[in-house]
């Protein structure tokens, strides 16, 4: 048996099924607890950990530094810039959100993605 979504050999009492798909356990976990962004308790505790002197993974500081060389980007632009999969940015931007270091805007009908002390977006 094959995990429907990386195809990494899996044995039948190690599947998960999530959405008419069969899952291996990463995958799994990956759809089930994916971080979303707004979420008021991660906020909180993102900013009280944030006081603590945090450090930020390797690619949630590539991130950051291209939104403040180069942004407001949309998601295809730090995708392509950053060669990371969609799903790479949006775990990573959730963590930046909830510490209130970036932040989704709205310009010109596109979803894009900025510091979030820039208030100019």
Request: net charge negative; charged share 30%.
């Amino acid at each position: 048996m094959k995990c429907e979504k990386c195809a990494d050999e899996i044995f039948a009492e190690d599947a998960h099924e999530h959405m008419g798909k069969t899952l291996c356990e990463d995958c799994y976990l990956d759809a089930v607890a994916t971080p979303k962004t707004c979420d008021p308790w991660a906020v909180y505790s993102a900013k009280k950990t944030v006081s603590q002197d945090v450090t930020l993974t390797p690619e949630q500081q590539k991130i950051l530094d291209l939104i403040a060389a180069k942004g407001p980007l949309t998601l295809e632009q730090i995708c392509r810039e950053l060669d990371i999969a969609e799903e790479d940015f949006r775990r990573n931007f959730a963590t930046l959100r909830h510490m209130e270091l970036a932040r989704g805007c709205k310009m010109e009908g596109q979803v894009c993605y900025t510091l979030f002390s820039d208030q100019s977006s």
